[in-house]
């Protein structure tokens, strides 16, 4: 079984530049997520996704970060006009809800971003 | 609002020593209750989760979990490490009420394994 992928792994930008992210979950997980991990911190939520419908997305920077899912399947989290803040690791995260594997996340490795 | 709380930023022991990491929850409820591992430019990893029943849960690898209602902890353990146990490791709460899969994470310790 393939798992969780991300793309691209890195990618440095100057201020002000825009940058996608995306992700291919586990096939068949209904649920993802996306998180923000600052160096030496933990996985920060910023959206997740039930199918195609935006559950959650309370932690969004709304006036520079969007996320879809159109299909319920892939998604793409984008970041328009970065700042040196945004500097972090964006990791993706499927899970499936519902069965013995309830409630575990299966983490892609993560697409590591440099804004200078 | 739900926290978690890893006091220990770093650890430090040494191979065949014993480990116990510490987790410290904040939630309106008991919550569910999992640990990740982070290894080198890996994704997260589930070791263990808790959801109800036998307050000792056992994960991959030889690790351990016990909950505490009382203390509110879910601390990690295991027996006897090993220098490849070396990793970020973090503690991480969720409760499946109806439409709410929100999961929160600790801020991780880093361990290293000495020889």
């Known amino acids: 079984e393939a798992g969780v992928t991300q793309s691209p792994r890195y990618a440095v930008l100057q201020e002000g530049q825009a940058v996608s992210f995306w992700c291919d979950p586990i096939?068949?997980?209904?649920?993802l997520y996306w998180y923000q991990q600052p160096r030496d911190q933990g996985p920060q939520l910023l959206v997740y996704?039930?199918?195609?419908?935006?559950?959650?997305n309370s932690q969004l920077p709304s006036d520079r970060f969007s996320a879809v899912r159109p299909k319920g399947t892939n998604s793409t989290l984008k970041i328009q006009s970065a700042k040196q803040g945004d500097t972090a690791t964006y990791l993706c995260?499927?899970?499936?809800?519902?069965?013995?594997?309830?409630?575990?996340?299966?983490f892609g490795e993560g697409s590591k971003l440099t804004v200078l | 609002a739900q926290s978690v709380t890893q006091p220990d930023a770093r650890v430090t022991v040494s191979e065949g020593a014993s480990l116990q990491l510490r987790c410290k929850y904040s939630?309106?409820?008991?919550?569910?209750l999992f640990w990740y591992v982070q290894y080198p430019r890996q994704g997260l990893q589930m070791l263990l989760k808790?959801?109800?029943?036998?307050?000792v849960v056992q994960g991959v690898n030889g690790f351990e979990a016990e909950f505490s209602k009382s203390d509110s902890s879910f601390h990690l353990r295991k027996a006897s490490v090993h220098w490849s146990d070396s990793a970020v490791y973090f503690c991480?709460?969720?409760?499946?009420?109806?439409?709410?899969?929100?999961?929160?994470f600790g801020a991780g310790t880093r361990l290293k394994v000495i020889a």
């Open positions: 996704f039930r199918d195609e419908a935006v559950i959650d």
């Open positions: 939630y309106s409820a008991t919550p569910y």
């Open positions: 991480a709460v969720s409760r499946f009420n109806t439409g709410n899969y929100k999961y929160v």
């Open positions: 096939s068949g997980h209904d649920t």
């Open positions: 808790y959801y109800s029943g036998d307050p």
């Open positions: 995260a499927s899970s499936l809800l519902g069965g013995f594997n309830t409630g575990q996340l299966y």
